[in-house]
């Protein structure tokens, strides 16, 4: 159906229903120049130095991922201390990648490109520049500030987690200059980046960096700058429908995550929460919930608060939803029937789906760059939407639809993006 024509028929019959149906189609975005997980335009620039801002966990590791590419680097950080010990562990790790053959030259040479600065300037010759300073909306504001007169050619880009980035360039004299580079944690391994374009971010910010991903060896998405990108934000059910069921009592954590890892997910979301630390993944929920103005579906569990409270933070404190060390608790999970584990493994699943609908429907990203990132950014066995198609859309309406008239709650409103599609008898979110 082509949405513009019937757009205009509507205005025409007065307030048809297809007057509220969006002008662009979910299918028409992935032709569309707005997202792609490539990145529309081929650079236009050779990146050969970069720059790093912060050298902790995410710089640290960005700037030894960078040098064992071949990249000149230098490692800005406020902390003389930081800035040593951060070149002293890239150092050693260079040495063992070199002692098991994993480096394309020898560590010495490769460290022969790598500097240390405690003054920004020292940033200056950079091609690009990544920022992976404190997540805090007036230091990344202020450092941009400064960058952007010392790194005169430079495209600035940022590894914020939960920050606009249009928020970050706000107020520069030229915010196209500044883009998102979200890697995961640990950079050195995890395959993922969201290239994140903010309001005024240029099409060759974009593309500089989608290709500075690839030559890095990871796989960039290029997606809109909304609240959680893409997999913080489309990840939020996965952890936070297990926790309401965990709440009701209708399972036990062991028996939630056997189920989970049952239908293909390598940890279920109780150990997955250990994993990330209950601390991390509670204040991803809140900042997704505080960024889409406390809509309900995004609300985190007071479990998790509570958890939280009382330091029970997962495998770090050595106790989470599971006891770690010495203790190792129980992970039996009591048997149950079949039928029983479908109904809770579709519940999260429906939940997961319609969220990546939403986001599909918000135009954050194409269907195939959702699935990707969420297969690359999280280890889901099988991207959200493609999913979908397999369990059959109509059936996963129908699962929201119960959970909706059950619960009378906004949070499980089937999104409408999904009810027009399963009404044209569309089976896919994908375009063949
Ligand atoms: N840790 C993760 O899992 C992860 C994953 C993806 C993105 N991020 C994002 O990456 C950024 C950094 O996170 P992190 O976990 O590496 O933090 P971190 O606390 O490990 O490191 C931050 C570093 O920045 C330095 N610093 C403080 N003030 C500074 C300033 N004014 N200028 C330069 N450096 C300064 C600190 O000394 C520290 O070394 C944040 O925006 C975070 O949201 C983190």
Redesign the pocket.
């Known amino acids: 159906m082509n949405h513009l024509h019937s757009r205009t028929n509507g205005c025409v019959k007065g307030f048809a229903v297809a007057n509220l149906t969006p002008v662009i189609d979910w299918r028409q975005m992935s032709q569309t120049s707005t997202s792609n997980e490539t990145g529309a335009h081929g650079p236009t620039r050779t990146v050969a130095a970069i720059g790093v ?9 960005i700037a030894e991922l960078a040098l064992t590419k071949g990249f000149r680097v230098a490692l ?4 003389p201390e ?2 040593a010990k ?1 070149q002293a562990g890239i150092a050693r790790n260079l040495e063992k990648l070199g002692a098991k053959g994993k480096l394309s030259a020898d560590p010495a040479d490769l460290l022969m490109h790598f500097v240390g600065v405690t003054d ?1 300037h020292g940033l200056a010759g950079a091609d690009v520049v990544i ?5 805090r909306l007036d ?2 504001k ?2 941009f500030s400064q960058l952007e007169t010392m790194c005169p050619r430079a495209i600035l880009a ?6 606009l980035v249009s928020a970050i360039a706000g107020g520069l004299a030229d915010p196209s200059r500044v883009v998102g580079m ?4 640990p ?1 050195q391994v995890l395959p993922l980046v969201e290239v994140i374009r903010g309001e005024e971010t240029s099409e060759e910010a974009v593309a500089v960096v989608a290709q500075l991903s690839r030559d890095l060896g990871k796989t960039p998405v290029v997606c809109q700058d909304t609240p959680g990108f893409i997999v913080n934000r489309v990840a939020r059910p996965f952890y936070g429908e297990a926790l309401r069921l965990l709440g009701e009592r209708v399972a036990d954590a062991p028996t939630i995550d056997a189920i989970m890892r049952g239908v293909g997910f390598r940890m279920g979301p109780f150990e997955l929460m250990d994993l990330i630390g209950l601390d ?1 993944n509670f204040a991803s929920t809140v900042s997704v919930y505080e960024a889409f103005f406390h809509d309900p579906k995004y609300r985190p569990h007071p479990i998790q608060a509570r958890m939280v409270a009382a330091g029970r933070l997962g495998r770090k404190t050595g106790k989470g939803f599971y006891e770690y060390g010495e203790e190792q608790s129980e992970r039996l999970a009591p048997e149950v029937s079949l039928e029983f584990a479908e109904r809770i493994s579709t519940r999260i699943l429906a939940m997961l789906i319609n969220e990546a609908v939403s986001a599909l429907a918000d135009g954050v990203a194409d269907a195939r760059t959702i699935d990707t990132a969420m297969k690359l950014g999280t280890n889901y066995p099988r991207g959200p939407l493609l999913w979908a198609s397999e369990l059959g859309l109509p059936r996963v309406l129908a699962v929201l639809t119960e959970l909706h008239e059950e619960y009378g709650e906004d949070r499980y409103r089937p999104h409408p993006l999904l009810r027009r599609v399963v009404k044209a008898g569309e089976p896919s979110f994908y375009q063949e």
């Open positions: 801002v912060g050298a902790g966990t995410m710089g640290a590791g800005y950080d406020v902390s930081q800035l951060a920004l920022e992976a300073a404190p997540e230091l990344k202020s450092l940022t590894n914020t987690s939960t920050l979200h890697f995961f944690n950079a991390v």
